[in-house]
């Protein structure tokens, strides 16, 4: 059974910073892009960044470019979001989750197999 387990969520005030982790167990984390998406009550859940299997690529929503990094460690089964310059329209749950495929061009839900509970940021302004 997979199981996907996002942490590193909090309450931040505007300007600030936060580093999201997803861990990964009872798949071969290695062989699969991974996703970060996100939601906020009432709207429907939006891609934010992907990393294609092996990290030498990577794919964001055009909001977030040039604050947020994904990046990978395949030794530790482990995925990261750095939230940086944090916005209040950021605030949302963030969730984490497998794709389907190795690359990276993937901000579809459709294409993403195993999902986390998500984990809420919230911004302060």
């Known amino acids: 059974q997979v199981q996907v387990v996002e942490s590193g969520g909090g309450l931040v005030q505007a300007g600030g910073s936060l580093r999201l982790s997803c861990a990964v167990s009872g798949r071969i984390f290695s062989n699969h892009a991974m996703g970060w998406f996100r939601q906020t009550p009432g709207k429907e859940r939006e891609f934010v960044a992907a990393?294609?299997?092996?990290?030498?690529?990577?794919y964001y929503e055009d909001s977030v470019k040039g604050r947020f990094t994904i990046s990978r460690d395949n030794a530790k089964n482990t995925v990261y979001l750095q939230m940086n310059s944090l916005k209040p329209g950021d605030t949302a749950v963030y969730y984490c989750?497998?794709?389907?495929?190795?690359?990276?061009?993937?901000?579809?839900?459709?294409?993403?197999?195993?999902w986390g509970q998500g984990t809420q940021v919230t911004v302060s302004s």
């Open positions: 990393i294609s299997w092996s990290g030498g690529s990577t």
């Open positions: 989750a497998t794709s389907m495929y190795n690359d990276a061009n993937r901000r579809h839900e459709y294409e993403y197999a195993d």
